[in-house]
């Protein structure tokens, strides 16, 4: 079974200061993929960052970026340089073999960035 | 490219009556797939399609809730009778194939009252 914990229920931020949104995972799959999605008041998911389990890399988009740390199975998301739109629902999920790829989700993180 | 289309974008209805959704995926996305969201919580897999054939509905409580894609492009979710659980945001999301990125569509909010 997949499990998704996100601890944080709400955060504020300042404009244009960074924000670590957390996300733990567990699972027995050895080949995973980890996604971070942003849902706005509109409510649609929009997809931010991927990051799959055996890349050596962290991943990266624009100012988003995924600190991934196997071991403590973690995978938390950066915002850099926050900006008004950036508040909204955020989604760690993860995809694995296990479960023919279907997404888990967890329960979310609102973030509030304050001018 | 245009993105999943749904509708309607927000439905009122009273316990006990029926409902039906409606999405549109991306032209050529194979899978389809229906979450149910119940506020403060994230999406939950109700059913996912493979072209025309079900995938996956071990979520969709099949005593109320049914589904279609009638030749494996539009998809219909339908409530009947409703209960007042059933209020959410019904999220419709499709992909290329199963292990590729999920799109998802702006979703439909239910309010069952």
């Known amino acids: 079974a997949q499990k998704i914990t996100q601890t944080q229920p709400g955060m504020f931020v300042q404009e244009k200061e960074a924000v670590t949104l957390d996300c733990t995972y567990d699972t027995s799959d050895p080949s995973y993929g980890l996604f971070w999605y942003k849902q706005p008041s509109s409510g649609e998911m929009i997809f931010l960052i991927y990051q799959g389990s055996y890349d050596q890399q962290n991943a990266t988009e624009g100012r988003y970026s995924l600190n991934f740390q196997k071991a403590r199975k973690s995978a938390n998301l950066v915002i850099s340089a926050s900006q008004l739109g950036d508040s909204a629902m955020y989604f760690c999920?993860?995809?694995?073999?296990?479960?023919?790829?279907?997404?888990?989700f967890g329960a979310g993180t609102t973030v509030t960035v304050r001018a | 490219e245009a993105g999943v289309a749904q509708s309607p974008r927000y439905k009122i209805i009273e316990k006990r009556q029926s409902v039906a959704f409606w999405c549109n995926p991306i032209s050529g996305h194979a899978t389809l797939y229906w979450y149910q969201q119940i506020l403060g919580q994230g999406p939950k897999l109700l059913i996912q399609?493979?072209?025309?054939?079900?995938?996956?509905d071990s979520q969709l409580p099949k005593d109320r809730f049914s589904a279609e894609r009638l030749k494996g492009v539009d998809s219909t979710l339908k409530i009947q009778p409703a209960k007042l659980e059933d209020s959410a945001v019904y999220l419709c999301?499709?992909?290329?194939?199963?292990?590729?990125?999920?799109?998802f569509g702006p979703g439909t909010r239910l309010t069952v009252t």
């Open positions: 999920a993860m995809r694995g073999s296990s479960n023919d790829y279907k997404l888990s």
């Open positions: 399609f493979q072209n025309n054939g079900v995938v996956d």
């Open positions: 999301a499709s992909s290329l194939f199963s292990r590729y990125e999920q799109y």
